[in-house]
């Protein structure tokens, strides 16, 4: 009797479009930097992982250290699931991670931290706990308007005060001149303003994340715009253009009114209803395309959102936890954040975290008691995170040392290929082992395989399977920047890794110079 093939019941369709670029492989084995697959004729290859879990392997496939350490949790039976109960791991992981924020950020301000299970859900705990704050701080605004209030009333009645008369013409009571007409008018306009649904902020080519909210903060319109109205909007800032940010948040702004008493005058001001609900921004954006931000940008936020009393969130997810050659790579521009959210390399690759720290100037701690999850802030996860940072901090930082060499040399090797390819590599960015590699857009291309690919958005599985077929190299794009190439290893990538990698690189470069019609078909 023949086998009947199994169905395929998970990610059929993905799998499906993998197939046509010859990327549908299983791999089965997987240490340090390599991935292992057999292919169809038998042959075991070896593939060098430049996409690393997108983020997820800072100390690679299978570390054995973190394996061990798992093995040692497992065997030692130490409760995994003890929700309401005291967490001294997770408490543990907090504070280790605030040890580093006071050295890397400069900051004595203790960070409290939230846990989820990923990087979305993470991003999801940041807009709920922005969102809490948010409503506090509207009502403490209203609240102190209704006490002005009834200040400015005690004054008119007892005739200590009057009402100027613009102040009707003001609110649109043109006509009254009766006080209550006017708190009548001052709150209906105020409670329409305190309507309206929160707004956040963050810089075009964004990733946060695909969960029901977060999906808004991530600019790739394929993955947003279906799921627009489930949630809260965003509004995407180009980067570097505080101009730009600063339309942005004038033609958002939504006042309200409030009533003060001076010299013996009722008068109407206008205050800042806080509509905006935090500024979500990466210190390397990933999936734009590996784009550092500048420190000079990063300042201007920070001013923004100090005046706005809005929370700036740094996500670390992709670029965080050693990568960039510092445990937070916000380190370098200066940036500190009020919330900052690390997921990914945090849980060594083996287990799955995501956590939210919030500095205690901005933490509700209110929050607690109405956020939880199953899986979150679990005992295994947490003492792996824990070795994951005595690992990273071990001999005075050696793994983020180990970042800079490794990305310094894979940096060097893309610049020499840009050098000698400069019709075909349009820039090489990014710090440590978070690269890209961004190719000269392709949909006027002489080959008309080429440019149909580049106009169908498919260029890029084109050329990583390619990359895969010929050259032993996994790598893919960036999801919202097509054209740029991930190259975000381990710490453990070999020189012989990069030599690879070299090689692959100036053949596809070749293929695209020569307009090679069928030069990356492997299928
Ligand atoms: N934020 C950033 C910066 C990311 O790079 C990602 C994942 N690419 C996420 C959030 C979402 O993380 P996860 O895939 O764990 O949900």
Known sequence: MNAVAAPVLADANVRTMLAQFGLDVEYTRSEGNALHYTDEEGREHRVVDFACGFGSLMLGHNNSEIAERAKQILDAKIPVHTQLARHSHTNDLAAALNKIIQRELGTDEPYYALFGNSGAEAVEIAIKHAEFDRLQRAQELLGGIEDHISAARAAVTEGTAQVSPEAYDQVGVAGSTRFEDLIAEVRRRNEAAAATPPLFLTIEGSFHGKLASSIQLTYNEMFRTPFKALSAQARFVPADQPDALAKIVSDERVPVLDVVVEDGTVRVVERDFPVFGAFFLEPIRGEAGIRPLSREFAQVIEQVCAELGCPVVSDEIQCGTGRSGAFFAA?????????????????????????????????????????????????????????????????????????????????????????????????????????????????????????????????????????????????????????????????????????????????????????????????
Not at 408 to 418: F, G, Y
Not at 426 to 440: A, I, P, S, Y
């Open 331 to 523: 380190s370098h521009i200066g940036l500190r954040g009020d919330y900052i959210i690390l997921a990914k390399s945090l849980a060594g690759g083996i287990a799955k975290t995501g956590v939210v720290l919030v500095r205690e100037g901005r933490y509700r701690q209110d929050f607690e008691l109405i956020h939880s999850s199953t899986f979150g802030k679990d005992s295994f996860s947490s003492l792996i995170a824990l070795k994951v940072i005595e690992m990273l901090e071990a001999d005075g930082g050696q793994a983020y040392r180990a970042a800079v060499e490794r990305g310094d040399k894979l940096k060097a090797m893309l610049e020499a290929v840009r050098a000698d390819f400069p019709d075909v590599v349009k820039d090489v960015r990014g710090r440590g082992l978070m690269l890209g590699l961004e190719f000269h857009d392709q949909s006027e291309a002489a080959s008309e395989v080429i440019r149909e690919q580049t106009q169908h958005g498919v260029i890029g599985f084109a050329v990583a399977g390619y990359l895969l077929r010929k050259h032993n190299i996994r790598t893919f794009t960036t999801a919202s920047a097509l054209h740029t190439f991930r190259f975000e290893p381990s710490i453990h990538l070999g020189d012989e890794d990069i030599a690879q990698l070299d090689t692959a690189l100036r053949a596809v470069c070749e293929i695209l110079r020569r307009q090679d019609e069928n030069g990356f078909a492997v299928v």
